[in-house]
């Protein structure tokens, strides 16, 4: 009879060794095994260690996978940014010319939005409230304007950011006096004195020469316009009460005075009229000389 031989737990560990443990990927559900000792894991990428691993090697693999998932975040989070048109960081530099600051006026009820380079460089008015925008919040960053309309302010746009490829922007007399107004407002000396040379052999009537002389402190004009008046006697006569409604009484009654004293000797010389011109209305001329200082 055949009796087996049975082998002992020394022969036994002989040929069985314990082999390290390994990784296993933890069930989707929970109801994957009934039988399972381990608490669902709460993400598929994650590893759980055998029952009775070491405490050690469970650690290394929670941090792990806190790492993994951390490394998701911050890539879901690029993938939105990018979606949403948010850039962190330039992709290049700034080109000291052409990467422009804009700038945002309110005029009347009407927002215009503009390059601010030569609202910077055309004038030093706008100097304080530049440094006041770069303190405010950029919703806000707003400069407004009562001094100025709306039409008169976008002539000056017309001229200064033409729409078109054109060699020079095409303005209308009436769009050239509205910017002789902003730039005499604004202190724009540059652009004040394209708008006069414009202006100057511009067919204005004597009476608006005037007025706009005044307006914009022109003392060339207001003299030229006065010179002409006097000679031009039919000016004077036909039109005397609408002249004296735009013009002022008192400027009316010099202009008279000084037509009258060179009638008798009929020297009608202009230097001679220029001379009493002067004489007339040096307090006004003066006073122009004040404001253009």
């Known amino acids: 009879m055949f009796i087996p031989k049975i082998r002992t737990d020394s022969t036994i560990s002989k040929f069985m060794r314990p082999r390290s443990p390994r990784l296993r990927r933890s069930p989707l559900t929970s109801s994957t095994s009934s039988h399972s000792s381990s608490p669902p894991c709460p993400s598929p990428l994650s590893y759980v260690m055998p029952s009775g691993s070491p405490e050690s090697e469970s650690d290394t693999v929670v941090e792990e996978d806190l790492t993994t998932m951390e490394l998701l975040r911050e890539h879901e989070d690029t993938v939105q940014k990018n979606h949403e048109g948010i ?105 004040r004195h394209i708008a006069i040379e414009h202006l100057t052999s511009a067919p204005l009537s004597l009476v608006d020469r005037i007025v706009l002389a005044r307006e914009c402190n022109i003392i060339s004009w207001l003299r030229s316009a006065y010179l002409a008046l006097v000679e031009v006697d039919s000016e004077l006569s036909r039109h005397d009460s609408v002249v004296t409604e735009m013009i002022g009484l008192e400027s009316s009654f010099k202009l008279h005075r000084v037509r009258e004293s060179v009638l008798p000797s009929r020297q009608r010389n202009s230097r001679i009229i220029d001379r009493e011109i002067e004489k007339e209305f ?3 001329f003066e006073a122009l000389s004040d404001k253009t200082a």
């Open 87 to 191: 850039v962190e960081e330039p992709v290049g530099s700034m080109d000291p010319e052409y990467y422009m600051e804009m700038v945002v006026f309110k005029i009347e009820d009407v927002l215009f939005r503009v390059p601010a380079h030569l609202f910077k460089s055309c004038t030093n008015f706008f100097d304080p409230f530049f440094e006041e925008l770069n303190n405010m919040p950029e919703d806000q960053r707003v400069i407004k304007r009562d001094d100025v309309d709306k039409e008169d302010f976008r002539a000056l746009l017309k001229l200064l950011y033409p729409m078109s490829f054109a060699l020079s922007p095409t303005l209308l007399d009436d769009e050239w006096i509205s910017v002789l107004r902003v730039s005499t407002t604004w202190l724009m000396l540059d652009i």
């Open 282 to 284: 040096k307090a006004e």
